[in-house]
């Protein structure tokens, strides 16, 4: 029989020795896990019955209307508006302004710091600026407590819409809000907005100068080293270093080398060139006048007058010293790097003096040569003569090329002269005839069409003069066009144009056999003229355009052509004459009894009746009848009845 669990009752296992509790929390995968004790204190076996999650939540998932009955439903609460909750409730943002300062030499802008208050109780905002003494500007109640538009669409600021760091815009003034107070971020951040970091305020520039005005000025004991001691000591005593530009990242960049001196006497540094011959610039050898050079020059303040003044040590307060330049040293000269390589003598025994300096081993900045670029010419545009469209390429200047005076002296108004037609295949070019004049005074050449009636194609000059290059020659070495090329059956092109040569004067054939050397391989040339003027004049000429055309008629075609004129002759005598004796009259305009050919064919051209030769003569032959190749009267009257 068990004891009741009473004082004095209980007793203590001496053989225990264990008397910590199992961990009842564990991680897994990062997450905190519960864990059911399954032994007590001393690692003993829990005999009590243990509830399972499973069991755990089942009950907590069970209302407490099935054991306790319903419960009693709580009164409504009493309704609060909101000018009674949000009663001086106030959300408080600090910012800040700034303001435009015009006709001022010391400040062109003012920072003025300002208090944001938001009223929640009737979303009102004010604006407020501290007092601050002795500022002479009216501070205070900017905005007065009032809604403020967001817009133009009658939308207001609302406290949503306010944050840290960020700009907002009231009647046009622009405010930066900074920070808030400790109320303005719990109450943002209950109402779930993530208020971003606080920034600082800037100050003002002019209330610092103004501090610093006003402070205690301190005073420096002035060197014993001073301008005129440094005069007397160091005139005519210039630092000298070698150095070298390398602008060859840049387009049309090159690494150019240059002296540094630097001017001990007055602290000034002059850059000068080097120059070598045929460098191919021009002879100025100051590269920066002598001058105080500050080490960043774009380190003054933005109201700096740079045009009229030259900076001075009041706005430049870091200049170059002897110290800043030493052999392997890269100086920034006015965006230009400069890299010493070497110095003289007198400068390396004053850096040793002054400065200690000890290594002066040269700096290797020869590099391998640079590479000549090759000049590619462009192709030739057709403007001009191509030893004209030249020159502009192989000189900045072009001049006016060369031409050799006593040939043209020799060769003056010696011209050869070639037919040719040209080869097309468009139906209006074929069987055109052009002239090539080929000048021997200064081997240019020009083309002329002869006029031809009726072919509806301008005549004229074709071509002006010119060197006419061959297809396929390049403008470095270009191939022209001679007398050895122009022979009998050689198509020449020019422009697009094919020409093929015909003929050529008698002239030609004479020049090109009195010098057969002036010209190499004009023996083709001589040798197709002959063959042209021993030839047979009857063989196949070439069809001209503009020569008498033979017309290839059907059978019958003859007779009703005939018939046409005279149907159109007998319409006119009868329209405008009254009998056949008058028209004859009329068309027999010698008055000697009969009507030649001219005449029947003035009379058809009339009419309005243009006939061809073969026509002409069949109408002829059909009136003549005694066959004496006039028509008489009686000829006339049968034709026409």
């Not at 009950?59 to 407490?64: A, D, I, Q, W």
């Not at 003069?465 to 022209?480: A, C, I, L």
């Not at 004479?510 to 040798?527: H, K, M, N, Q, V």
């Not at 002759?569 to 008055?591: I, K, P």
Request: aromatic share 12%; proline share 8%; net charge negative.
């Amino acid at each position: 029989m068990a004891l009741p669990f009473l004082p004095g009752n209980s007793f203590v296992d001496p053989t225990q020795r264990r008397f910590h509790r199992s961990q009842s929390l564990g991680y897994k995968n990062g997450y905190a896990l519960p864990a059911h004790p399954e032994v007590g204190i001393g690692g003993v076996p829990l005999e009590v019955n243990q509830l399972s999650l499973e069991e755990l939540e089942e009950l907590n998932n069970k209302r407490p209307t099935l054991t306790y009955g319903q419960a009693k439903q709580a009164p409504p609460e009493d309704f609060i508006p909101a000018h009674v909750a949000f009663d001086k409730k106030v959300l408080k943002f600090d910012g800040y302004f700034k303001q435009t300062v015009h006709e001022s030499p010391n400040e062109y802008f003012r920072i003025r710091p300002v208090i944001i208050y938001y009223y929640l109780e009737d979303d009102s905002i004010s604006v407020i600026e501290p007092h601050v003494e002795n500022s002479g500007m009216p501070q205070g109640k900017l905005i007065k407590r009032q809604p403020l538009p967001k817009n133009d669409q009658g939308d207001h600021w609302h406290w949503k819409d306010l944050n840290l760091d960020i700009n907002v815009t009231f009647y046009g003034k622009t405010f930066h809000i900074t920070n808030c107070d400790r109320w303005t971020a719990e109450f943002m951040a209950s109402e779930g907005i993530e208020l971003q970091p606080p920034v600082g305020q800037p100050t003002d520039p002019y209330t610092d100068s103004r501090k610093e005005t006003a402070a205690l000025e301190a005073f420096t004991t002035p060197s014993t080293f001073d301008k005129l001691k440094q005069f007397l000591n160091m005139d005519r005593k210039v630092l000298r270093f070698y150095c070298v530009w390398d602008d060859r990242d840049s387009m049309f960049g090159e690494k150019r080398p240059y002296i540094i001196q630097y001017y001990l006497v007055d602290d000034t540094v002059e850059v000068r060139e080097v120059h070598e011959p045929n460098d191919g610039r021009d002879p100025f050898p100051v590269f920066l006048r002598r001058q105080k050079l500050p080490k960043n020059r774009y380190n003054v303040e933005s109201s700096f007058p740079a045009v009229v003044m030259e900076l001075s040590d009041h706005e430049i307060k870091n200049w170059y010293g002897p110290a800043d330049f030493g052999i392997g040293k890269s100086v920034l000269i006015y965006n230009r790097p400069f890299l010493i390589f070497d110095c003289d003598e007198f400068t390396k025994s004053y850096l040793n003096a002054k400065y200690d300096v000890r290594n002066f081993t040269p700096v290797e900045v020869s590099g391998p040569a640079s590479r000549v670029p090759k000049m590619d010419l462009p192709p030739y545009n057709g403007f001009g003569s191509l030893e004209d469209s030249l020159q502009s390429c192989l000189s900045l200047v072009p001049q006016p090329p060369k031409k050799d005076f006593i040939k043209m002296l020799e060769n003056d108004h010696k011209i050869l002269r070639f037919e040719a037609v040209m080869d097309s295949v468009k139906p209006e070019d074929k069987g055109r005839r052009f002239i090539i004049s080929y000048r021997l005074a200064d081997d240019m050449i020009t083309i002329y069409e002869p006029p031809v009636r009726n072919s509806g194609i301008v005549s004229g000059k074709f071509k002006e003069r010119t060197r006419m290059t061959k297809p396929g020659s390049t403008p470095e070495n270009p191939q022209f066009y001679g007398p050895q090329d122009m022979y009998i059956g050689a198509i020449v092109i020019s422009f697009g144009h094919r020409f093929i040569i015909t003929d050529a004067d008698d002239y030609v054939l004479r020049y090109l056999e009195a010098r057969p050397g002036d010209f190499p391989g004009c023996e083709r040339t001589i040798e197709s003229i002959r063959q042209k003027r021993m030839t047979n004049p009857s063989q196949r000429k070439v069809p001209v355009k503009g020569a008498p055309l033979k017309i290839k008629r059907t059978p019958g075609d003859t007779q009703r052509l005939i018939q046409e004129v005279r149907m159109q002759l007998q319409r006119d005598n009868y329209l405008n004459f009254g009998t056949l004796t008058e028209a004859f009259l009329q068309y027999d305009r010698d008055r000697s009894g009969r009507i030649d050919a001219r005449e029947l064919k003035n009379i058809c051209h009339k009419q309005n009746l243009p006939l061809d030769d073969d026509i002409m003569e069949a109408l002829i032959a059909q009136c003549d009848v005694n066959s004496d190749g006039m028509i008489d009267f009686s000829e006339f009257v049968k034709f026409l009845s």
